[in-house]
């Protein structure tokens, strides 16, 4: 049974005084042991989020990594520096980061290996834009992305990562994907993951769904067979994070 995983996407939002508040103010309200909870925080976030969140049932996680072990690599964070900061989980390739800041799936793959071997628990995204859907194209651009994503990663550590699927029109846009939507892209990277690794590892590895997840819709996403968990971003800095975060009860 895979356990579920509900991740908050802080983005670029709480300064570390305002991010402590917000950990204060859920701690009580994403008490859940059914399901792992973690805060995808600001970099500048992270020292005061894990020191803010000891002793609770919440990880801390980065957004982003680079991969090269250290050097002369001006505004980067390394794996290391992750690890001994105290942070778990490592978001990489999420769409804004693509779009932004023109991440490849190559690199999204080197930032995979290296936070694999500094024990980090990535979470690597990937996500069709509305007009690759209309156009057909979401299954086999979804395929490329986990391929070259998952690329020279054995089956041992692949099971150590976790896919977010976040279609692009979904992101910050009010408009969820239907659960049939979610589930139906979601069934096919875990086939896919079967065709790459085998049905073992395939059933292994956690897939989140995320875009425009809330309360609201959540116990209905996350019901779906293939669905582990999810990836919110707007609701995660609400007290409706409480309520995804306890969908089940
Ligand atoms: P959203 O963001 O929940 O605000 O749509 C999700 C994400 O981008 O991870």
Redesign the pocket.
């Known amino acids: 049974m895979r356990k579920k995983l509900i991740a908050g996407?802080w983005?670029m939002n709480m300064t570390p005084s305002e991010g402590i508040a917000l950990i204060g103010t859920l701690k009580d309200l994403v008490k859940n042991d059914e399901v792992d909870v973690c805060y995808c925080v600001p970099a500048i976030d992270i020292v005061p989020a894990v020191e803010a969140t000891k002793g609770t049932n919440v990880a801390i996680g980065a957004q982003n990594l680079y991969f090269e072990e250290k050097g002369a690599y001006t505004g980067e964070i390394s794996a290391s520096m992750l690890v001994d900061a105290g942070v778990k989980y490592v978001i990489m390739g999420?769409?804004?980061r693509r779009g932004y800041f023109f991440e490849t799936n190559e690199d999204i793959n080197k930032k995979a290996k290296k936070a694999l071997e500094h024990g980090l628990t990535p979470i690597m995204c990937c996500g069709e834009s509305l007009e690759q859907r209309q156009q057909g194209l979401t299954i086999s651009w979804i395929r490329e992305q986990i391929k070259v994503g998952f690329e020279g990663i054995s089956a041992e550590d692949a099971v150590k990562i976790v896919i977010?699927y976040?279609p692009i029109w979904?992101?910050?846009?009010g408009v969820t994907a239907t659960s049939e939507q979610a589930e139906e892209v979601c069934a096919d990277i875990r086939k896919y993951l079967a065709e790459l690794y085998d049905a073992k590892t395939a059933d292994t590895i956690r897939i989140l769904y995320?875009?425009?997840?809330n309360a609201a819709n959540a116990a209905e996403l996350l019901a779906m067979a293939d669905i582990d968990g999810g990836?919110?971003?707007?609701?995660?800095l609400k007290t409706d994070f409480g309520k995804i975060v306890n969908y089940n009860k």
């Open positions: 996407n983005k999420h769409s804004e977010a976040e979904a992101i910050g846009t995320g875009g425009s997840m990836l919110i971003g707007g609701a995660s």
